[in-house]
């Protein structure tokens, strides 16, 4: 499965953005995906997945709830990441990962995904 991200950019404090996660699986909709972020200097982390098929199990960290929303149209193949009320601690590297194997309780669990996209910057200012 070749992942892409796409729709990083830089914005203000209080801004959105929306990431994409494209596959070139015709069958992207049988693997959850998740999404990741690297600050500079630090590990990276889970930000939120969402399971697969409807995708009506998402999970998110504790940093982004109520901020940031998942969402997957599999007609499109797409996994989205709309992030509002960004702020200066969200500025990172973004990226999509994909796995066909994950259970709903470990959506967070980095280890459990096997496929990766090449990742997209995040600029927030303050």
């Known amino acids: 499965v070749q992942l892409q991200a796409s729709g990083g950019g830089s914005v203000q404090a209080g801004g959105s953005l929306r990431l994409s996660c494209s596959a070139s699986?015709?069958?992207?909709?049988?693997?959850?995906v998740g999404w990741f972020r690297r600050a500079p200097g630090k590990e990276r982390e889970f930000v939120a997945a969402?399971?697969?098929?409807?995708?009506?199990?998402?999970a998110y960290a504790d940093s982004v709830k109520g901020r940031f929303t998942v969402s997957r149209d599999n007609a499109k193949n797409t996994v989205y990441l709309q992030m509002n009320s960004l702020k200066p601690e969200d500025t990172a590297v973004y990226y999509c990962a994909a796995g066909a194997r994950i259970i709903v309780s470990s959506l967070y669990l980095i280890d459990g995904y096997d496929y990766w996209g090449q990742g997209t910057q995040v600029t927030v200012s303050s």
């Open positions: 969402i399971h697969r098929w409807s995708g009506s199990s998402t």
């Open positions: 699986e015709r069958s992207f909709s049988s693997y959850a």
